[in-house]
C-alpha cells in the first residue's frame, strides 16, 4: 500500500532550481533516506511537502488507507492534519515555552473542548487538559525526557533539543514522519542511540519515515532504501548497497563518505 | 478542607472577594473619596484595555495599534443605546452589544489584515482606529466632534470590579488552554506553529477578535463612568497609552499588565497637579525603567499567591535555624 507519491515535484526560485522533477515513491511503514551534498534540496523537498513552499510545478499524492489525495499548495497546518508531521533542520522549538509545553501545543489539533470552554474552564477543559497531560508524559518518558517536563526548551542541550523536535513531531500523531538531519551536531554514541530510536519509533508506531541524513552510516543502517538528490535532481535511488556503488553518487561525494560508512 | 483551600479555584475566589470588599469598604469610610474613585475607574479600564491588548500583542505576538478604535465603538454603542433606554437593562444591552460591535469589526478588520507582518499590521490597524475615529467624527448620531453627553451614569465600583475581573479571568483561562497555546506558539514561531497543525490565521484573529470585544467593554465602561465621550479622546495616542502599559509590565504577563495599569494611572493623576511637567516626567519614568528593565516589570512572568507562599516559606525556614 503507498503511502506518499511525489510525481515532477519542481521548485525554482528566480533562476535556481532548488528541486526539480522529483520522483519519490513511498510505501506504507517503509523507512526512506534521502541523501545529497550541500544544497542538494532536501530541505526545500521537506517544506514543499508540509507546505511551507508552494510547488512551481508537480503533484505530491498522499495515501490514508489507501485513498490518495493531492496536498500540494495546502497550508501547512492542513497538512499536518493529514497526518504529516516534520522535524527542522536548524531547530525551531518553542524556546521560550517549557518542554511540556512544546508537546501540549503539538496535540492540539485532536483536542475537542471548545472556544467557550477554554474562556469558561468548563468540566471538559480539566478532563481533556489532564488526558493531554497524560499523553505528553507518556511520550516523553519515551523519548527520556520526561524529567526536564517543566525545563525551558532553550535550556535544554542541544541533543535533547533534537529529541524534542521529534517529540513535537510525534504529539500531532502523524503517519508519515519527516526528518530532517535529528541527527546533526551529535555525538557518535548519542547518534548511535538515536539511530536505534527511530527505527524503533517506526514499529511501534506504526509509522512511515522520511529521514534527511548526513551521517551516512546512520542512513546505511538503518534504512530500506534511500533517494539521492544532487542539484535538486534524483541521481539514483535504490537499496544502501546500490547506492554505495553507484558511481553517480560516488562522483556527487567525491566518493568519500560512502566508502567510509 | 486543606485541599479545597489549596485548589487554584478557591485562591481566585477568596483574592476576587477581599480585593471587593476591602476597596467597598474603602470607599464606604470615604477613604476613597469621588476623586479617587475616578482614579480608580480609569485603573480598571486600562486593565482591561491592557490585558486585552496584552492578549493580542503580547501573547499571540500580532503587533495592533488600533486599540482605541475598539473601545470607541464599545464607547458610541454604549453611551447611544443607554441615552435612549436610561435603565440598568439598557446599560447592560449597551455594554453587551458595544462589545459585540467593537469584536465584529475586530474580526472583519482582522480576517484580511492579520496576513500582514509586524510594522505593516501596525500601520494597517492605525490605519482602521482613524477610519473609526472620522467616521465618528462625521456622523450625525454621534453629534460629531462635540461629542455625547451627558450619558447616563450606571458604573460603580461592582460594575467596574465585574468587568474588571471579569476580563481578566476570562483572558487568563483562555491562556492557560490549548486554544490559548495555540496563540502563543504563533508568538514565539509562526513556521513551526503551522507546522505542528495550528492554524495561524485563525488563532490571530481569534486573538484579535476576543481582544476588540474586551476593549468594546472598557470603551462602554468609560461612557457610562465618565459621561462624557468625544472622537478626539480614542486617537493614536489612546492606543499608544495602552501599548506603553503592555510594555511596561511586560509583553507576555498579565499580571504585569495589571500592575503597570494601576502605577501609570496613579502616576498620570498625581502629575496632574504639574500640568506642563507632565508628560515630560511620565516620559522619564518611561525611559528610566525601560532602560533598567527592558523586558517589562514582570518580563513574561506573572505574580501568583504561590511566590508568596514559598517566600514565605524561605522566611520560616530562616527563622526557623536561627
Ligand atoms: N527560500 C529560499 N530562497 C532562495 N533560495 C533557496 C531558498 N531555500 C532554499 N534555497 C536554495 O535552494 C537550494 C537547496 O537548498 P536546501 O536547503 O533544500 O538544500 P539541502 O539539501 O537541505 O542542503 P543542506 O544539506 O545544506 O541542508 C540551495 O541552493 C538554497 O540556497
Ligand atoms: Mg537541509
New binding site residues.
Partial sequence: MPILSIKKLTKS??G?M??SNVNIEMEKGELIGLI????????????LLTGI?EPSSGTITFYKDGVGKEIQGLKPHAICKEGVARTF?NIRLFKDLTVLDNVRIAMHKNVKYGLLSSFLHLPSYYREEKEIVEKCIELLKVFNLEHKKNEYAKNLPYGEQRRLEIVRAMATDPKLLLL??PAAGMNPAESQKLTELIAWLRKEFDLSILL?E?DMSVVMKICERIYV?DH?MVIANGAPEEIKSNRRVIEAYLGEDVNNA | MKKVLESSVTKKIISLSLTFVIVQILIYVNIINSYLQATLATICINIILAVSLNLITGFTGQFSLGHAGFMSIGAYVCAIITMRMSTIQGFILGVLLGAIAAAIVGFLVGLPTLRLQGDYLAIATLGMSEIIRVIFLNMKITNGAAGLSPIPQFVNWPWLFVFTAGTVLLISNFLKSSHGRACISIREDEIAAEAMGINATKYKVIAFTVGAFCAGIAGAVYASYFYFIKPDLFGFLKSIDVLVIVVLGGLGSISGSILAAILLSLISTYLQSFAELRMVLYALILIIIMIFRPQGLMGSKEISLSMFNNLGNRLTFKKGRT
Avoid: R, S, W
Avoid at chain 1, 545529497?36 to 517544506?47: D, E, I, L, M
Fill in positions: 526560485f528566480g535556481l532548488a528541486v545529497g551534498p550541500n544544497g542538494a534540496g532536501k530541505t526545500t523537498v521537506f517544506n513552499y533542520q530532517d538531519e534527511i548526513h538528490l535538486g
